[in-house]
């Protein structure tokens, strides 16, 4: 197993995550990716990734959610406790929360999606790679 | 209902005669040595007050219609009695029914007033000319026939005063000193007499049947014109409502294409990103310059597409579903803060004044976070090096105001009314920046008319802009919160 850092990428957009690859490589970090999220699931249980990039994937707009929440949810210390990076700005315009099941609809005060980072569409391979390693230096503490 | 009022007004009137009744007879005792048999003629007055009485207690009860206790009218009696405008209309059996009361109470005071001249002179009695207004009242209220009738009626009964005191069957009282004493048994100044009213009497029907038909049709012309105006009124409300679901439509549809187009986009530009930062290997300096402007152009293309989108959204009034609670003061913070860079790029100074608690309202987030953006944007863009944007934040009783504030570029007086249009950019803007969909202000007066909110701009060129959004602050919290 090398020492690099482990990325798992999870996007249903095939060329956004060929143009990730690239920077994350070139940043020095061993790149995989998963363009679904069931898929994306079972590859973060099975290799228990350092840090998950994780797409909000349209149309179906709340699989990303989903898969957060799901995650948070496993059974495996290892792996509930990934940290993730959301590819939206989708805490700046609403204030709709995604639970898998139930709930109104809404974050209340103090509530959030537990993930540890977002970033905007389109991507900033330079800022990508700032808050890549932020977050890893940082742990699984929630942002 | 207008014939029940009319009923009303022939009661008042007929109180009017008792009184009118009373006050010619004691005057014409005084003036005129004339000797009248008071009793039977008080003993008329008294019975028309009487029957006055039971008229009004009637009419009340005729008034609200009680359903079970109302005359039953025959088809052929309501036929007649009805005036041809109101047949076939709504309340046809009310009116019927008031047209039968009405004709009752003319045929009582057709006979209240035969007695009355017949005990004050007979045909002598000047007071005969009355008949004739009878029938005029009646051909204001009931239908033609029914006033011929009521004009058959009074000619009858002046016959039988005429015929009956001239040849003695009738007890003649006579008018002494105002008239011949024998002129009512002369045959042939009766029949002329006679003669003289039939004829007017026919004559009154004729004209005030065919005045009051026509009134009545020019009524019934009237009350279809206004039904047809009704129904225009609502073929065209009819049409605006599909006009605005189309518009809708259309929104949702702009919607979900600006939305399709999002993610592509910006795939596209992050590819793009990825090699102009030298990620996927070095590239000569021309494509690399190349590159730089399809990156910016694709970059300019994206702002296009969010901003549809948000104008999509705010066009289709979905505006429950996408309120949340948040404090305005942190809002315009953020995105002032957002846009210094681009202000010190410019050579521009940013300033702030807010106030310094939160003030929490209820909007959509995204909607009032690109308004905030659009209008400081805007006085970025349109403001030389060396000017001053100022944007101020301020809680009144019921609103929230925001000023921005610059002293760009200004927009002629000729393109104001313009600014908040589609895709509508000023000569004077276009000169200045090739940057700008034309869509900011559109944006702007969509989301702030979507909050029941207002926007007013005001501008001198070379001199400077003030938008001034003003947005009401409900008292209630947030519903769906």
Known sequence: ?143 | MELIDRISWLIRLRWLAVVGVVATVELARRIFPVHLALAPIYAVVAAIAAYNLVLTWLARRLRPFPAGSELRLSGIVAQILTPRALRGMEGEREAARAALFVALQIGLDLGALALLVHFAGGLENPFIFFFIFHTVISSIILSRRATYLQATLAFLLLLLIGVGECTGILTHYPLDGVWRRDAHADPLLVGAQLLVLGITLYLAAFMGSTIAAHMRERERHGALLAAEVARKARLLEEAYERLAELEKAKSQYMRKVSHELRGPLGTIETALKVVLAGTAGDSPATVQDLLGRAARRAGELAEMVEELRVLSRAREARLAAEMSEFDATELVTDVVTELREAAERGGLELTLESPGEPVTICADLAGLRQVIDNLVSNAIRYTPPGGRVEVTLARTADSLRLEVRDTGIGIPAADLPHVFEEFYRAPNARAHTTGGTGLGLAIVGAVVRQHGGTVNVESAPDEGTRVTVALPIPSRACPNL
Request: glycine share 6%; net charge negative; no cysteine.
């Open chain 1, 1 to 143: 197993m090398s020492d690099r850092q482990r990325i798992l990428i999870v996007d249903d957009d095939r060329d956004l995550v060929e143009a990730l690859k690239l920077t994350l490589k070139g940043a020095g970090f061993e790149v995989t990716a998963a363009f679904d999220a069931p898929t994306g699931l079972q590859r973060a249980a099975s290799d228990a990734p350092d840090l998950i990039i994780l797409d909000v994937m349209m149309p179906n707009a709340t699989e990303g959610f989903h898969f957060v929440w799901t995650l948070r949810q496993h059974a495996e210390e290892r792996v509930r406790s990934i940290p993730i990076v959301m590819l939206t700005a989708v805490h700046e315009k609403t204030s709709l929360r995604f639970y898998p099941e139930g709930g109104d609809g809404t974050y209340r005060s103090g509530e959030y999606l537990p993930v540890q980072e977002f970033i905007d569409k389109p991507v900033d391979p330079a800022r990508l790679v700032e808050k890549v390693r932020q977050v890893l230096a940082r742990g699984p503490e929630l942002r």
